[in-house]
């Protein structure tokens, strides 16, 4: 059962374009929503979070919009470049004391000149 | 300065054997974890350690043991490795706070395990 449905699997875009990535859950539960960016050969490094209290936030070139009704949340990369290539991956966590991360399944970015 | 390291970077190993992954984090944090990628690239939490006590213990088969001798360390034993068991193994860790949750997660560079 997957818990955060994330699309697409993968995307090319433009050096200057704005790839969109998108994620939706389930469980009303969640209340932290992070993004992390992954490189080949590195672990996921937390790129951006957001909390369910705000539609939107913003850092740098990086977006997430969030809809709490529709249960989904976005990020959006400004101007992307290719350093940016790399792969995105959603996840959501429950409040309490044993958090879990539940990632979703990744969307593998490529920037081109 | 590495804040998660795990050691080693590679391992490969045939069927049956065992085997230890390391992680240590010097970032004072209390709470550890241990997750798995595969080959598709997604990400699975296995384990998870707060102050040396086990919080989360996924489905995972009991050939995995994971060992805290203390908040920095988090020890991964496999016994009677499986050739479904080759993929990337991450170590994380994060400060929880009792008002404000459980803080973000920094994880390692990862382990890749070949089971041949």
């Known amino acids: 059962q997957q818990q955060v449905k994330q699309s697409p699997q993968s995307l090319i875009v433009q050096k200057g374009g704005i790839p969109i990535i998108n994620c939706a859950y389930e469980?009303?539960?969640?209340?932290?929503f992070p993004w992390y960016q992954q490189f080949p050969g590195k672990g996921p490094a937390l790129l951006i979070a957001?909390?369910?209290?705000?539609s939107e936030k913003k850092e740098g070139r990086f977006t997430i919009s969030f809809n709490k009704s529709a249960k989904q949340f976005s990020l959006h990369i400004m101007d992307s470049q290719p350093g940016d290539s790399a792969t995105y991956f959603c996840?959501?966590?429950?409040?309490?004391?044993?958090?879990?991360?539940?990632f979703g399944t990744g969307t593998r970015l490529q920037v081109t000149l | 300065d590495t804040a998660v390291s795990q050691t080693p970077k590679y391992l490969v190993t045939q069927m049956g054997n065992d085997k230890s992954i390391k992680c240590e984090q010097n970032?004072?944090?209390?709470?550890m974890y241990w997750y798995k990628q595969d080959s598709k690239k997604f990400l699975k939490i296995m384990f998870s350690?707060?102050?040396?006590?086990?919080?989360i213990n996924e489905t995972v088969p009991n050939r995995f043991s994971p060992k805290s001798p203390d908040k920095a360390h988090l020890n991964l034993h496999i016994n009677s490795l499986e050739l479904g068991d080759s993929a990337v193994y991450f170590c994380?860790?994060?400060?929880?706070?009792?008002?404000?949750?459980?803080?973000?997660?920094?994880f390692g560079p990862g382990t890749r395990l070949t089971v041949t």
């Open positions: 994380a860790s994060s400060q929880d706070a009792p008002l404000a949750g459980v803080g973000e997660q920094y």
């Open positions: 469980n009303t539960a969640f209340d932290y």
């Open positions: 957001i909390r369910p209290d705000v």
């Open positions: 996840a959501a966590r429950k409040g309490g004391t044993a958090s879990k991360l539940t």
């Open positions: 970032l004072g944090h209390d709470t």
């Open positions: 350690y707060n102050n040396k006590e086990l919080i």
